[in-house]
């Protein structure tokens, strides 16, 4: 792959050149190397720690979470990565517990509101 320029990077990872800046600060990303004519290159290494941190962040990893990982990938720490999978698995779970619960209130709500045609609707009300 050819030496990137900042904005080449982003686009591979589809972000935008500011959040390429913000992983830098955050130490997530590595400074780029200068090139022969005092441009500042990323390379292949670049994308794919670009990529990873998008896809933990989806995964819903926070950017702390996601600097251990990246350290514990230099350590093949496995049992540690597996805890903090596991602990991730479970925040997942409440969190989609609750997102079921809220859904089920608002469409028995939408409901309520749909079939009474007298008196405040029932989804105002629930939120006053």
Do not use: W
């Not at 050149?17 to 200068?34: D, M, N, W």
């Not at 720690?49 to 990938?73: C, K, M, N, Y």
Request: glycine content about 10%; proline content about 4%.
């Amino acid at each position: 792959m050819n030496p990137m320029r900042i904005s080449d990077l982003a686009r591979a990872g589809g972000v935008g050149v500011e959040t390429v800046r913000f992983y830098q600060r955050k130490g997530l990303l590595q400074a780029p190397v200068g090139g022969a004519r005092g441009g500042r290159h990323y390379g292949s290494e670049d994308v794919e720690r670009l990529r990873f941190v998008r896809r933990a962040q989806t995964a819903g990893f926070s950017l702390a979470e996601i600097a251990t990982l990246i350290d514990l990938d230099r350590t093949d720490d496995r049992p540690t990565a597996q805890r903090m999978a596991r602990e991730r698995l479970a925040a997942l779970d409440f969190q989609i517990t609750q997102l079921q619960a809220a859904r089920s209130s608002l469409a028995r709500l939408a409901s309520d509101c749909e079939s009474g045609r007298t008196g405040p609707c029932p989804i105002l009300a629930a939120f006053d």
